[in-house]
C-alpha cells in the first residue's frame, strides 16, 4: 500500500466521519445559553452600576489611550490579549466594550472559551454611554411612552452627570459635544 | 490545552510573531521544495499539463480542513475564536479577477513570487517588485477606491451556514471533490504529456 493511498483511505475516513458527527463543536459545549453573547442596552448596563450590581464586571478592550480618554464608570482597560490572565470572576456578569463588532465579538467569544457564562457585549460601548447616558434627549412631541422612558434614562443621566435635554429635533449636535467636552475634562466621581 | 493558543493569552504577541516567523520559513521551504518557486510550472496548470499546484493546495486545504474540524470536537481548538474574513461581495469578486489576470500573466502568486525571489529568479524579483509597487500604488488611491472597498458587505459567512447544510457535511463534500479532482488533474496531465510528445 503507497503512502497516497494511506493518506486518501485517512482522509476519505475522517470526512466521513465528520458528515456523520456534523457539528464540529464538543458535544458538550453550551451554544445555545440564552446569556452567553447577549447583547445588551447601555441603559440597563448603567442601571446595574447605579444598582451595584453583584459581580458586575464592566470590560474595557480598546486601548490605554482610548480607555484614558474616557471610559464607562467602574469599567477596566484589560487587552484581548490579557483576558486570560485578567483575573476576572467567572462566576460574575461581565459586559465588554469596545472600537467595533468585531473586536466585541472577539472578546466575548474569548471569556466563554475561559468560561464565563454570563457575558454580554455592549455595542460601541462608550460611544453609546455618552450618547445615550451623558447626552439623551427626548423631542418635545414625544408621546406618553416615550417620555416616561426618557424619564428613567433622565435620572440615570443625572446621577452619572449627564445632561438629559428636551429638544426640537433629536441629533447628536454641535452643543452636545460641547457639553462632553466638559464633562470630559470635569471627569467622573468614580 | 486549548487552542489559539494567541486569543486565549498563552502565548505573548512576541512568541506569536517569532512563531510565524518559523511557520513562514517552513511555508516557504516546502513551496520551494515542491517546485512551486518557478513560474513555468505554476502556468503550466493554465495549460492543463502539469496540475501540480491543484494537488499542492487542495491537500493543503483538506489537512487544514480535517485539522479544524477534529480538534475542535475533540475539545482542543476553539473554533469560534478562530478569525474568519469578512465578505464583501463585489471587491472580492473584483480583487479575485485581478489576482488571476495578474497569475497567468505573471506565472506566480504572491506567495511563490517570494519563494521565486529568494532563490535568485529574476522573473520572481520583478513580480515581486510590481507587487510592491502595487500595494503602494493602492495605498495613495485607496481614499478613491474606499467606498467601493467597503462596499456589498455580508459579513462573516461561512458554507455551512450560507446553504444551511452541516460542517461535517461540507467537509465530506470538499474531500470528495479534493479526490476526484486529484483523479481528474491526473488524467489531463497523462493526456497533455501525450500530446506533446
Known sequence: MTPNTLLTG?????????????????VDADYGSADRGAVIDVVDVAQWIRDQRDGLQI????AAQSFARFNIPTARNIPIAELGVSGLDTAGVVVVYGDTADV??????????LGFDSVFVLPSGADSWVAEILNPMVPRDASEAERTAFDRVAELSRYFGGLPRVVDRVEFDQSARVSLEKTLRRGCAF | MTAPFFELGMITENASLVIALGLGVAFGFFLERGGLGNARKLAAQFYLTDLAVLKVMFSAIVTAMLGLFWFSKLGLLDLELVYVLPTFVAPHLVGGLVFGVGFVMGGLCPGTSCVSASTGRIDGL???????????????AFPLVAPFYNSTP???????????VSHGGVVLLVVLGALGSFVLAERLEARGRARDS
Open chain 2, 154 to 164: 455580508i459579513g462573516q459567512v461561512t458554507i455551512p451556514e450560507l446553504f444551511g
Open chain 1, 104 to 113: 466585541e465579538e472577539g472578546a466575548r467569544a474569548i471569556l466563554g472559551a
Open chain 1, 59 to 62: 470590560v474595557d478592550v480598546r
Open chain 2, 126 to 140: 520583478v513580480l515581486l517588485a510590481g507587487m510592491m509597487f502595487g500595494i503602494f500604488v493602492f495605498n495613495e
Open chain 1, 10 to 26: 485517512a482522509a476519505l475516513t475522517l470526512a466521513v466521519l465528520a458528515a456523520v458527527a456534523g457539528s464540529p463543536f464538543p
